[in-house]
Antibody
Framework: QVQLVESGGTVVQPGSSLRVSCAAS????????LHWVRQAPGKGLEWVAV????????FYSDSVKGRFTVARDNSKNTLSLELNSLRGEDTAIYYC???????????WGQGTPVIVSS | DIVVTQSPDSLAVSLGERATIHCKSS????????????LGWYQQKPGQPPKLLIY???TRESGVPDRFSGSGYGTDFTLTINSLQAEDVAIYYC?????????FGGGTRVEI
């Protein structure tokens, strides 16, 4: 079955950088677009970024554009999100999710927490 | 950017009754090329990741009970939960995936 497992979340200081990852299994990784979605404590879902199946195109929310970079390694079935110039408002659980054949997000990981605090 | 607005923010429904959640997009999410509305509905229970319920505005994901139904087109959509069960207590989100950024609505909390 489809499995997405995020890792790399931790406590970091404002202005620092961090990379979170998502290991995928149970499906043909290179055939699907992948998304990052985050959720601040007690808040709703915020879409962050998407990368196409082959990595050739990426899109970002305005709140992270220029600071975050999404990438994938289809040889290792791994998705990553590089977070730079972190701010307090970036504190959230970061989920990776697969865009299914119908393009909606049909499989989600359990999330990894990122806490930005001095 | 397409803004997605949900209403109400929360609602309380008796067991066995119907819950109705509305979602409105600031622009049409319809693609005439395939006659689809690019709108999905998700359920999130406490401590869990979201779960896809409905895609293309009205198609139930595999395994989703048929008491969940989606309707609407263009800019106005509805999620209906018929005969509410205790396990349906959750927050429900709509999302447009017509064009990036693929925005979510603010969520609707459903309680008994």
């Amino acid at each position: 079955q489809v499995q997405l497992v995020e890792s790399g979340g931790t406590v970091v200081q404002p202005g620092s950088s961090l990379r979170v990852s998502c290991a995928a299994s149970g499906f043909t990784f290179s055939s699907f677009a992948l998304h990052w979605v985050r959720q601040a404590p007690g808040k709703g879902l915020e879409w962050v970024a998407v990368i196409s199946f082959d990595g050739s195109s990426q899109f970002y929310s305005d709140s992270v554009k220029g600071r975050f970079t999404v990438a994938r390694d289809n040889s290792k079935n791994t998705l990553s999100l590089e977070l730079n110039s972190l701010r307090g408002e970036d504190t959230a659980i970061y989920y990776c999710a697969r865009a299914g054949p119908h393009i909606a997000l049909d499989s989600w990981g359990q999330g990894t927490p990122v806490i930005v605090s001095s | 950017d397409i803004v997605v607005t949900q209403s109400p923010d929360s609602l309380a429904v008796s067991l066995g009754e119907r819950a109705t959640i509305h979602c409105k997009s600031s622009q049409s999410v319809f693609y005439s090329s395939n006659n689809k509305d690019y709108l999905g509905w998700y359920q999130q229970k406490p401590g869990q990741p979201p779960k896809l319920l409905i895609y293309w505005a009205s198609t139930r994901e595999s395994g989703v009970p048929d008491r969940f139904s989606g309707s609407g087109y263009g800019t106005d959509f509805t999620l209906t939960i018929n005969s509410l069960q205790a396990e349906d207590v959750a927050i429900y989100y709509c999302q447009q995936y017509h064009s990036p950024p693929f925005t979510f609505g603010g969520g609707t909390r459903v309680e008994i």
